[in-house]
Structures are given as C-alpha cells and as structure tokens.
C-alpha cells in the first residue's frame, strides 16, 4: 500500500527549491537560479519553501549590523537570534567584508573590536554561523547553494525513512 502523501515525495528529487523571501525584508536579494516566492517568516529574511521551521537565513548589511550591535536594537536583535536556535539550518549572511568593520567605515559610535567582539559572541551564545559575503550578487548565490543542498538533504532523510534505512536525528523547531 503506498500513502499518496509519501508517494509524492519522490517527485522532489528532480525539483528545484523555491527560496522564500520575508515580505518585510527592504531590499530583498536577486536570486539568479531558484525561484523565489514572498511570505512572512517567523524568523529570518529567506527561507525554503516547506522547510520554513528548519532553514533560515538572517541577511545584514554592514550598516544594519553596527545598528544592531548597540542599543535596544541590539536586545530586539539578539531575540531574533535566540529564535533561530531551533532551527536546523540558520545563518547570519553579512553583506560586505570583515575589512570594512574593521577598518571603520561605517556611520556610527562604536569601535570595530566591539563589533567584531559581539559578532564572536553571537556565534557562541546562538550557535549561528557568520558568513561575510561581499555583494548582494555573492550573498544571493550563497543563500541559493544553502537552499539547494539543505533541501537535498531533506530529500534524502525522507527517501531513507521511506526506505527504513536509519535515518538521521533532524530537529523540526
């Protein structure tokens, strides 16, 4: 007997992910290769379509991080951060270069090695990645090979499940 629900799952090993972007989002990236719908994320700026519990990815500029290092912005931003904790997958994609944080070239009060020092802390208190990347085009091609290989990935633990092979301890938030 084959559930329908089940049995429609194979068709995704030859399907690309759609990349879902946060309807609030600014000034959203241009992606080149994966489709891309809007939709409110809980958490995050982009996510992948019917993963949105596992994968999310938190995108800053430069300008909008140093905002978010002081302040009550930074206690709004660590709480964004802490609800990235459950996921899977979870990121914080930093468009631009360690070179300019360092070298000062942003608009605010506030010295490059307290930036750099609660980028370090972020890691460690949230268990979130940092990835400089830097252009929006570089940023947006990341966030696409992210999606790709994470829903591949998915696809991969359901096909093992369906096979009843031991299947890997995924987390779902």
Sequence with gaps: MK??????LGELAGSEPVVIIDTREQEP?????????AGTL???DYSVAGLESLFAVERKSI??????CMGQNRE??????????????????IVGTEAQIQEGKYYANIKPQAVMATLG???????????????????AAQIERWSFWFASE????????????AAPNIRTG
């Design 76 to 93: 709004r931003f660590e709480r964004e951060l802490h609800r990235l904790r459950g996921f899977r997958f979870k990121r914080l994609l």
């Design 154 to 165: 998915m696809v991969e633990v359901v096909n093992d499940l369906w096979r009843g092979s």
């Design 29 to 37: 990236l241009s992606f080149a290769r994966l489709k891309t719908q």
């Design 42 to 44: 809980t958490t995050g």
């Design 63 to 68: 300008s909008d991080l140093i905002g978010c």
């Design 121 to 139: 802390a972020f890691e460690a208190r949230y268990d979130l990645p940092v990835v400089f990347k830097p252009s929006p085009e570089l940023a």
């Design 3 to 8: 559930l329908p629900a089940l049995h429609s």
